[in-house]
């Protein structure tokens, strides 16, 4: 079965900063990996995906990710936080084409921005 | 946004009681999903569809009972709601895409307060 861990329940990080959310993963194959992320009283965004080939992927509001292999790990990245990138972020693992069975989430990670 | 509404959107009962958390999709998406996010564990899946009258049991599927008489609607059932079942129920929808992949598309979710 596979499983994510997102090491860090909240970071805080000024507003204009670099973001560096962690994800690590485990599972035996190939993974379909997803980042989402959840504003508060909302449903969740994807943000981006990772199926196969490059293993830089660029998603929206100026987020990107890098796959990992040998580190089993796919760390969402931004190179200036907003106040409005305040929110709660999960990353996710899909298995069967990319999820079809549902996928297993992290606990997720709360990003607090600071003025 | 992927045509995605649940109903009703928040809902407390009492313990012992049925409920059913109904979830509507207009994208015509052959798979639907309902997880649960409650604190500290993320998003967890209770239980899938992959067509009409086709489901699967996920992660935490107990105390629950899905059904799916048409494409669009996919309805999760409490059968004799407790305490523990109190959280924020999301339900989710794929399909693949000309390369064979899967993305998932959520609705807002509902809130179901179990007294």
């Known amino acids: 079965a596979q499983s994510v861990t997102q090491p860090d329940i909240h970071i805080t990080v000024s507003e204009g900063a670099s973001l560096e959310l962690r994800c690590n993963y485990s599972y035996g194959a190939t993974p379909y990996l997803f980042w989402y992320v959840q504003s508060p009283g909302q449903g969740l965004q994807l943000l981006l995906k990772y199926f196969s080939g490059d293993t830089l992927v660029q998603g929206i509001k100026g987020f990107e990710a890098e796959f990992k292999r040998s580190q089993s790990s796919f760390n969402l990245r931004k190179p200036s936080v907003h106040w409005s990138d305040a929110a709660e972020y999960f990353c996710a693992v899909g298995a069967f084409g990319g999820g079809a069975d549902g996928l297993t989430f992290g606990k997720g990670t709360h990003l607090i921005i600071q003025p | 946004d992927a045509g995605i509404t649940q109903s009703p959107r928040h809902k407390v009962t009492e313990t012992g009681t049925p409920v059913t958390l109904r979830c509507h999709q207009t994208e015509n998406h052959r798979y639907m999903y309902w997880y649960r996010q409650d604190p500290g564990h993320g998003l967890r899946l209770i239980h899938y569809s992959y067509g009409v009258k086709d489901t699967d049991k996920g992660e935490v599927s107990d105390g629950y009972s899905v059904s799916r008489s048409k494409t669009e609607d996919f309805l999760l059932t409490l059968e004799s709601a407790t305490s523990s079942q109190t959280s924020v129920y999301f339900c989710?929808?794929?399909?693949?895409?000309?390369?064979?992949?899967?993305?998932?598309?959520f609705g807002p979710g509902t809130r179901l307060t179990v007294t």
């Open positions: 989710a929808i794929s399909d693949s895409d000309s390369s064979g992949q899967y993305e998932q598309y």
